[in-house]
């Protein structure tokens, strides 16, 4: 039985993440990045896949945990018979090698303690050999070794048929002891440099390092601890090296447990990462939109045909979708995936969100180059010739291609940020055609995605499937606030209501089997319900947006984070996790509910 998504914490160290679980495991890790094959994988099946584990013996989840406030270190708390102990966790922001550091510390009595490493190289799968070195235990398979080092007396056996590595040791009130994990290329002989620094130096380094992070932070309203910790978990989703963002660092956490719709997320889509950005931005991070707009220059570079709507963190092209047989699933959730096919889909929504981002970079004072100009301008261009055809749309639908509203309401948005770019930049060479592509747009949108019957925006031209994605027409700018048509729209989601939370499609209010052709029915969207709460704050119901919003809040887990979807029935998070778009859109709600007074 795997432990519940709500269960895991994140820490990471800005080129890859590790989720680790209530009972001091961390069964979740990529590396060197976020997407290299997982060398913990229980996650995804069993013990057997991977993991790491330290807690007192016996000990079942820890008694309470939390982040040191405005960081990603974790602090977990055990109460045994024999005395109580703290087990501090944290991954330094990576100087050369990636590494995990634990500390152990005996608060009162005397608490025996196990950590047990079993690392499966190569996604879950290859057992590594084991052997001793210098106090140092070292696990090697293929490319990657992992080097285990402890700093005090520690009993240490291994090479049984789990091939783990167990130590036992105790730990006596005001006793410390501390725990590193390093990766290498297998080929580096030595104990790597991370190894060599102290525990204490690399705490006070990434706690300072957060916090100073985090004190940049512009919002100072009402939930500001909601808002810190969902950028906190932004910025930990960004790849450092290069400014990609992805857009959770997990793949295969079902959307349906049981079913298929498991997807692998460890890569950059344009959406998330610029709507990531946008929130950044917003609560006042310039040098993550700097950085990522270099990564976008260098990623989306050449024919504006071969526009992807996902890269890899270094901006590749190429994420083959495969499926792993060997990893069971998570509570047999099948196919476990690596590798994203959405790679290949047209996703017109992109352009918008791209041009949206590049426009309020602007704004926010950051130069232009003058090739981010060349940029829009191909961008346009293409956009001009393609925003008429049918594509899969923001939700990724893997059936026939359609006539996406958001994707229209995208390519207007593309349209209009291109021209005010234009206009703060007296560039106006191209001004008469893209104010005629986007008239073109609005008055298609307005008489194709409009249902009378229905009084609504509807998903695609002519269906009679509602969407979440409307929610976002007045956000964009596409129709005010106030028009009546987005009134009615908003008054017609309540059909994608399901206990208080949000679906993102449904036909009349039913199952999503019908929209997507995917089998099994899913949770509810965590990111619609807070469009949903935007949409409310902003036609002036501040009640309902705020009540809204506060659901939401209510279903982070115990240390603040959110997956992609929430099951309000079986009251438990679904889908990858913590998700980018869930957290973004939890910040800019906070904004908009701000700025309404709700
Ligand atoms: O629903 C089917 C699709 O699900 C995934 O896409 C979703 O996640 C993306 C990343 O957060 C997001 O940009 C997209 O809007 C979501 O629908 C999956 O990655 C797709 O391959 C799949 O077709």
Not at 217 to 224: E, I, L
Not at 570 to 588: D, M, T
């Amino acid at each position: 039985m795997n432990a519940r998504i709500e269960d895991y914490a994140l820490i990471g160290d800005l080129e890859s993440a590790a989720m680790l679980g209530t009972d001091g495991s961390i069964d979740w890790l990529c590396l060197p990045r976020f997407d290299s094959p997982a060398c913990f994988a229980a996650l995804l099946g069993t013990a057997d896949n991977g993991f790491w584990r330290v807690s007192p013996v016996g000990a079942g989840p820890c008694d309470r945990r939390a982040y040191r406030q405005d960081t990603l270190v974790m602090d977990s708390h055990w109460e045994c018979p024999a005395g109580a102990v703290r087990v501090t966790d944290f991954m330094p922001p990576r100087a050369q090698l990636p590494c995990i550091v634990r500390v152990v510390e005996g608060l009162s009595g005397a608490v025996a303690m196990r950590s047990e490493l079993r690392p499966r190289f190569n996604q879950g799968r290859v057992v590594p050999w084991v052997r001793t070195q210098e106090h140092c235990t070292v696990a090697v398979a293929g490319p990657d070794a992992l080097w285990l080092s402890a700093d005090g007396p520690m009993e240490i056996r291994g090479g049984d048929h789990t091939a783990s590595t167990v130590l036992d040791f105790t730990v006596s009130a005001g006793q410390r002891l501390t725990l590193q994990l390093v990766w290498a290329p297998s080929h580096l002989p030595d104990p790597p440099a991370p190894l060599s620094v102290p525990a204490e130096t690399a705490l006070k380094a990434t706690g300072d390092f957060w916090r100073r992070w985090t004190a940049q932070c512009r919002y100072q309203g009402p939930w500001r601890e909601a808002v810190t910790r969902s950028l906190i978990t932004l910025k930990a989703l960004t790849y450092a090296p290069t400014g990609g963002i992805v857009a959770a660092p997990t793949t295969s956490l079902p959307e349906c447990v049981g079913g298929e719709r498991n997807w692998d997320y460890r890569f950059c889509w344009l959406r998330d990462s610029t709507l990531t950005l946008s929130a950044l931005l917003r609560s006042g991070y310039r040098d993550e939109a700097t950085a990522w707009l270099d990564w976008l220059v260098r990623a989306v570079a050449g024919d504006p045909a071969d526009l992807q709507a996902v890269y890899g963190v270094e901006g590749q092209r190429r994420l083959p979708e495969a499926e792993a047989p060997w990893l069971p699933g998570y509570e047999g959730s099948r196919p476990v995936r690596f590798g994203n096919a959405a790679v290949d889909q047209l996703q017109l929504d992109v352009y918008g969100e791209v041009l949206d981002t590049l426009y309020l970079s602007l704004r926010a004072g950051i130069p232009m180059q003058p090739h981010l100009w060349s940029l829009v301008e191909s961008l346009m261009s293409h956009l001009q010739e393609h925003w008429r055809e049918p594509d899969q749309g923001l939700w990724e639908v893997r059936d026939s291609r359609r006539q996406f509203v958001h994707s229209k309401v995208m390519s207007w948005v593309a349209a209009d940020r291109a021209l005010r770019m234009g206009e703060l930049l007296g560039r106006d060479e191209s001004a008469g055609e893209w104010r005629a592509m986007r008239d073109a747009v609005h008055r298609e949108v307005c008489h194709e995605g409009w249902d009378d019957g229905r009084r609504s925006f509807v998903q695609s031209y002519g269906s009679p499937v509602l969407d979440a994605s409307a929610l976002l027409i007045p956000k964009v700018g596409f129709l005010p606030a106030d028009d009546v048509r987005v009134r009615d729209t908003v008054r017609a989601m309540e059909a994608l209501d399901h206990h208080g939370f949000v679906r993102r499609y449904a036909y009349d209010g039913g199952g999503t089997h019908d929209v997507d052709g995917m089998r099994g029915s899913e949770g509810t969207f965590v990111a619609c319900s807070l469009w949903y709460a935007d949409a409310l704050a902003a036609t002036g119901h501040l009640r309902q947006a705020r009540e809204t919003f506060e659901r939401v809040l209510d279903v982070r887990n115990d240390v603040g984070l959110l997956a992609e979807q929430w099951d309000p029935v079986g009251r438990r998070q679904l889908g990858n996790a913590p998700q980018a778009f869930s957290h973004i859109a939890l910040v800019e709600t906070a904004f908009a509910l701000q700025e309404a007074g709700a």
